[in-house]
T-cell receptor, first 115, second 117 residues
Framework: GAGVSQSPRYKVAKRGQDVALRCDPISGHVSLFWYQQALGQGPEFLTYFQNEAQLDKSGLPSDRFFAERPEGSVSTLKIQRTQQEDSAVYLC?????????????FGSGTRLTVV | AQTVTQSQPEMSVQEAETVTLSCTYDTSESDYYLFWYKQPPSRQMILVIRQEAYKQQNATENRFSVNFQKAAKSFSLKISDSQLGDAAMYFCASTRLTQGGSEKLVFGKGTKLTVNP
């Protein structure tokens, strides 16, 4: 596609529910990143994929967070047993190469609210 | 830890005037990039300008320019002839190597820019 697409745009979850957030990067982009943006803060790195390989998951805040990109294109970020502190905007971004010289292309994010 | 600091939570400017947003960073990387991103209410992060740290010349993109002071680790953004459409959150970011060899972004907390007609 022409841009990075994320769905759903908004998600409300009851505490304890599992959620799945989808990212559809630009076709052919090798690298895919997930970021978490809490209210009033800058985005923070969660995890990085190069094609289907998850090469860095150092930013995932707990073992309730899990990400996958099985075919090297679409990625899913899954949060199990959601907590109120998980409320945030989750941004996905992709780049055509493994470097970052030209910057990311970001999606519009999914706003997750845990009630 | 690598940090990016934006000391101005909010700034305002009159339409057609010039405004400068401040950013300082701390990095141990020998080679890195610096970025300014704009985030309107639509939430999508839009690249405004990028600077390669090994280049001395300050980057410019139309009405946007940076003042890059490598020794001081300072990277400010100047917006000239401000327009109503420039109103947004602005984030400064620097790159940091990931465990996988690519580079991730470390962001500041942002500056909210208001443009007054």
């Amino acid at each position: 596609g022409a841009g990075v697409s994320q769905s759903p745009r908004y998600k409300v979850a009851k505490r304890g529910q599992d959620v799945a957030l989808r990212c559809d990067p630009i076709s052919g982009h090798v690298s895919l990143f997930w970021y978490q943006q809490a209210l009033g803060q800058g985005p923070e790195f969660l995890t990085y994929f190069q094609n289907e390989a998850q090469l860095d998951k150092s930013g995932l805040p707990s073992d309730r967070f899990f990400a996958e990109r099985p075919e090297g294109s679409v990625s899913t970020l899954k949060i199990q047993r959601t907590q109120q502190e998980d409320s945030a905007v989750y941004l996905c971004a992709s780049t055509p190469e493994t470097g970052i010289g030209y910057g990311y292309t970001f999606g519009s994010g999914t706003r997750l609210t845990v009630v | 830890a690598q940090t990016v600091t934006q000391s101005q939570p909010e700034m305002s400017v009159q339409e057609a005037e010039t405004v400068t947003l401040s950013c300082t960073y701390d990095t141990s990387e020998s080679d890195y990039y610096l970025f300014w991103y704009k985030q309107p209410p639509s939430r999508q992060m839009i690249l405004v300008i990028r600077q390669e740290a090994y280049k001395q010349q300050n980057a410019t993109e139309n009405r946007f320019s940076v003042n890059f002071q490598k020794a001081a680790k300072s990277f400010s953004l100047k917006i000239s002839d401000s327009q109503l459409g420039d109103a947004a959150m602005y984030f400064c970011a620097s790159t940091r190597l990931t465990q996988g060899g690519s580079e991730k972004l470390v962001f500041g907390k942002g500056t909210k820019l208001t443009v007054n007609p």
